[in-house]
């Protein structure tokens, strides 16, 4: 079995989009479920709070446009 790295295709994607968001959309949080954009916020705990409700048991990204050090935040949500 060919393992892969967690969230591979999500960081691929906002790779690829990040000069369009950062040109239409400016320093946004971004949430994506595989390749597709979920939506931008302003703030982090919008963005987090919208990934919770809508993809709960699913992995996803949220990454910011404008940021320069590249990491995953980790939350731990209590369900």
Known sequence: ?????V?????????AMLPK??????AVWV??????LQGTFD????AATFAVEHFD??????RHTHEHTAHIPFIAVDA
């Open 43 to 46: 703030e982090f705990e919008d």
């Open 7 to 15: 969230l591979e295709t999500e960081i691929k994607a906002f790779d």
């Open 57 to 62: 048991d699913r992995e996803c990204l949220i």
């Open 1 to 5: 079995m060919v393992m892969t790295a």
């Open 31 to 36: 949430v994506l479920v595989g390749d597709e």
């Open 21 to 26: 968001l950062r040109q239409d959309q400016g």
